[in-house]
């Protein structure tokens, strides 16, 4: 059977046409047109030889890996940027987040605000009681507190220790006590700072 070629120039309209030819030439891209999608939008395949169009906002782009910022480069992890980063990302350049860099439970961060999450077997969580203060910088533990080693306090001198007003429970080190690292309380009922081994006024 001879091959017949067509040449094409005003527009053929046809129903279902097959080309069983293992490469086609289509010609330049300007002179194919698919109807249908919105302007940006890209042809996706769901692997069975049908083509719809999609939202490139709503596909997810995998990392390659490894990744190099090199200097005086800048790279931008947008929010539909995803990747398992088993390698260290090397920045020598400038890296910008636009999205969320670690996302460990798929629905934001664990708890309430203000909670410390933790590892709850394997699950990340947070408890009632167990927070952080980012204006302060105060730690709240409802529980004990057991200390594997040493635990340090912070250190004052009196006049320093004397212009603050503590709290019931509070205590500090005196840097400037005979000898040197003498204990003072709240005196909660006097109103001032005493040394914890005789409740004298510090």
Not at 118 to 133: H, I, K, L, R
Not at 146 to 154: I, K, T
């Amino acid at each position: 059977m001879t091959t017949k070629y067509f040449n094409i120039k005003q527009g053929m309209t046809t129903g279902n046409l097959l080309v069983s030819e293992s490469n086609v030439t289509l010609g330049n891209v300007g002179n194919f047109h698919i109807s249908g999608g919105n302007s940006g939008y890209l042809l996706r395949t769901d692997g069975a030889a049908n083509l719809t169009w999609v939202d490139p906002a709503t596909t997810q782009s995998v990392a390659p890996m490894p990744l190099t910022v090199d200097t005086g480069n800048t790279l931008t992890i947008t929010a539909n940027y995803q990747g398992l980063y088993g390698t260290p990302i090397t920045v020598d350049g400038t890296l910008v987040i636009d999205g969320v860099m670690v996302d460990v439970s798929g629905q934001g961060a664990p708890g309430s605000n203000s909670q410390i999450s933790f590892n709850d077997q394997g699950n990340p969580a947070g408890n009632n009681g167990f927070t952080f203060n980012k204006t302060s910088g105060n730690i709240n533990v409802p529980g004990s507190v057991n200390v594997g080693s040493f635990l340090q306090l912070a250190t004052y001198s009196k006049n320093e220790l004397k212009a603050l007003v503590g709290v019931l429970g509070q205590v500090a080190v005196l840097n400037d006590s005979n000898p040197v690292g003498m204990l003072a309380f709240w005196d909660a009922t006097n109103n001032r700072w005493a040394y914890v081994y005789d409740n004298s006024a510090v």
